[in-house]
């Protein structure tokens, strides 16, 4: 114990300690928290559904008619209608053979991995990929070859380099939009590489889903390579307002891993409530009213970005909802988030391991449910926090 103390004053003393706050009520633009109202800036909840009525109201019916759980993994009895009905929409959705649920997009990013390659194999992963991609490639026990964030022509480099001594499969895996940086990909330019060079791709969409590309399937469809990948991976908890995720690709594929993956296979499956909440929210993202909040949001974001880069903060390369305010080192980022908070904004200062040494961040997420002047009051205060460390 007294060296886990230690530990936790070194943290302290360095402004790296993290710890837990409880929201109270449900997650919208502003909530409770601490007995306070406040502004959230740094929900993922991107287009409000994690409380809308319709996918409440699905998750309420599915427990009624299914129960609270589901009492075993997949491959035991776990398996029920809610759930095959969700893997045939997000199959749909995305223009493939099938679609397989995980648990969480952490159990997804390392069970597919870890399911699909082995020591034979290397995998081409993003400099910036989610530490899921990380803790993956490392289960794999796959040859990871990390290239520059979002280089094709550094990526293109390292595959020729490797090529001669190709002894197996290749896989270039990449985040669709980078979860602190708000970029996307460079897909295009990935899929005419994977097909140079025989090798699959993979996209973790867990920000795009929803959110990118006029019928909201993603950051592929944004850049028009919807067929040009592979495996179409993303999160249920994030836009669409549930919980779990998916990996979507060729049946092939989601047999190998029924068989292989070790995060689906010796895990409960999801709730019924949250795939059919997920069922409801996909087909609000597919309705007229899934266009208008995607409209919304793209309206909150350019008001909001504009604000910051007026005052020349520097916003990394930000193009989408997700914002990040770069300020450097940790205890300035966390005074930063601190005096936010008490002028009622609710934001997170995001430190080592998640980004780089000296590259701490603000990262503020804009939802479509932001009211206008809230989001210029919260540009403000930023730029004044910043500014004034
Ligand atoms: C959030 C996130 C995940 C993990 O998804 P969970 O469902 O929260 O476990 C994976 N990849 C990326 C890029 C993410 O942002």
Redesign the pocket.
Known sequence: MENWRQELEELDRTGMRRSLRTVQGAQGPRVRLEGREVLLLCS?NYLGLAAHPAVVEAAIEATARFGAGTGASRLVCGGMEPHADLEERLAAFKGTQGALLFN??????TGILQGLLGPDDVVFSDALN?A??IDGCRLSRARTVVYPHADAAALEALMAREAPQRKGRWLIVT?GVF?MDGDVAPLPALVRLKEKYDALLMV?D??GTGVLGEEGRGSAEHLGCLDGIDLHMG????ALGS???YLAAERTVLDILVNRSRPFIFSTNLPPSAAAAARAALQIVASQEGKELRASLRRNRELFVARLRQEGLDLLGSETQIVPVLTGEPAPTMAASTRLLEEGIFLQGIRPPTVPQGRCRLRATVMADHAPADLERAARAIIDAVGAP
């Open positions: 993922n969480t997009g952490y159990a997804a990013n989610h899921s991609i985040d979860s973790d867990a920000h999160t249920l908890g994030k919980s779990g995720a």
